[in-house]
């Protein structure tokens, strides 16, 4: 069973930085995609960015220049680094990974932009 274990999140101001990680049980090399997905109160959840492990990646428009994704294969983490944090951004975000048509998902970990 894979296992995808995020870490971070917690309350941050408008215009300020967060990092959340995810650890995930098996070679990420494996996963044709790693990523976040976000779920806000009421709403549908959604894509905020992927990568591929050939190094492609694709953001949501909202999120581009302020959220970075990074992969440690070595460590099999993935990161997500975002700045410039707005309130539109708040919700529980969900570290994910598919492979062979299954989709893996973390706990969810909740972020709260909010002076």
């Known amino acids: 069973q894979v296992e995808l274990t995020e870490s971070g999140g917690g309350l941050v101001q408008p215009g300020g930085s967060m990092n959340l990680s995810c650890r995930v049980s098996?070679?990420?090399?494996?996963?044709?995609?790693v990523g976040w997905y976000r779920q806000a109160p009421g709403k549908e959840r959604e894509l905020v960015i992927r990568?591929?492990?050939?190094?492609?990646?694709h953001y949501r428009d909202s999120v581009e220049g302020r959220f970075t994704i990074s992969r440690d294969n070595a460590r099999n983490i993935v990161d997500l680094q975002m700045k410039s944090l707005k309130p539109e951004d708040t919700a529980v975000y969900y570290c994910?990974?598919?492979?062979?048509?299954?989709?893996?998902w973390g706990q969810g970990t909740q972020v709260t932009v909010s002076s």
């Open positions: 994910f990974a598919l492979r062979r048509g299954t989709t893996y």
């Open positions: 990568s591929t492990n050939f190094g492609t990646f």
């Open positions: 098996e070679t990420l090399n494996t996963f044709y995609y």
